[in-house]
Every structure is written in C-alpha cells, then in structure tokens.
C-alpha cells in the first residue's frame, strides 16, 4: 500500500473532465480530496491523498501527467500564527485561493487552512512572521 499528498493542477479544458472518478475506477485508488479550487475557465488546483497499489498509484500519476494535468508533491503545510498577526492585511491580495479574508466591517483578518494549497505567496508579504511553512 502506498501513499502520495499532491497537488493536482488543471488544465480549463480538464476541470469539467471526471478525473478523481477514473483514479478510482480505473487504479483502484483511495482518492481523498483535501482541498480543491475549481473556477471555469481558469487553472484549477486540488489537494488530493491518494492510497493505494504503488504501481497502480505510479500508473495514475503518468496517466495524469499524459492528459495534461501537472502533478506535484504537496509535503509542507501553512500556518497562521494568530499571535504575531497584526491585522495589517498585506497577505490578503497575494492569496490566490482566498485562504486569508479580511471582514471588511471589522478588519479583521483569517485564515482558511482547507483553502490554502501551501503556495507560499503570502510568506514574503508578512513582515511579523505570522505565515509559517512546516514540513
Ligand atoms: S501579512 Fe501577516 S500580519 Fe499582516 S494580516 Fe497577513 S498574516 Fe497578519
Ligand atoms: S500559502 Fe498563503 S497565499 Fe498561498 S494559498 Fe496558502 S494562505 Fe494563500
């Protein structure tokens, strides 16, 4: 049995394509989606665990390469240090997949951990520290 975290990134021609289905049917896999972005017409992005027979796992990932999707390894995670967060809201316009909101009535800042995809953008705009990559 094996185990892979990745990153799924898909073409717009793709996203309405029943992908995860055919991992399953056709691999034999454990598909267990973390999160997901999907957006028409636009790159879409998911955070997938899979399990399964390595070789069938092996099998699934080139067959994902072969259509187009762009596979990549998903073995560090964000977080948000609430403590050192001073509101500022630098990060907000750099997140991509709304992970970090700001309530405009309030100004306060959150974070969306199913959301984010550890693309690491908001790390250089946070001066305080508050945005931490672990591995
Ligand atoms: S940039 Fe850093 S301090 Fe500013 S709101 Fe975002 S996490 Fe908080
Ligand atoms: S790493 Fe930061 S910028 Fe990227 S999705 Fe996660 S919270 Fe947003």
């Not at 975290?5 to 996203?15: A, G, M, R, T």
């Not at 991992?23 to 997938?48: K, S």
């Not at 187009?68 to 997140?95: F, H, M, S, Y």
Request: aromatic share 6%; hydrophobic share 40%.
């Amino acid at each position: 049995m094996s185990k892979r975290k990745v990153v799924l990134n898909f073409p717009p021609h793709l996203i309405d394509q029943p992908i995860t289905y055919r991992l399953i049917r056709d691999f034999d896999l454990i598909v267990n989606i973390l999160r997901a972005r999907i957006t028409p017409n636009e790159w879409g992005r998911m955070v997938v665990d899979i399990n399964g027979n390595g070789e069938n796992l092996e099998k699934a990932l080139a067959y994902l390469t072969e259509i187009g999707v762009v596979v990549e390894p998903l073995d560090k995670e964000v977080r948000w240090l609430e403590d050192r967060c001073i509101q500022c809201t630098a990060c907000i316009a750099p997140c991509p997949t709304q992970a970090l909101t700001v309530d405009r009535a309030t100004m306060t800042v959150d974070f969306h951990r199913e959301r984010c995809i550890a693309c690491e953008l908001c790390l250089p705009v946070c001066a305080y520290g508050a945005m931490e990559m672990t591995f």
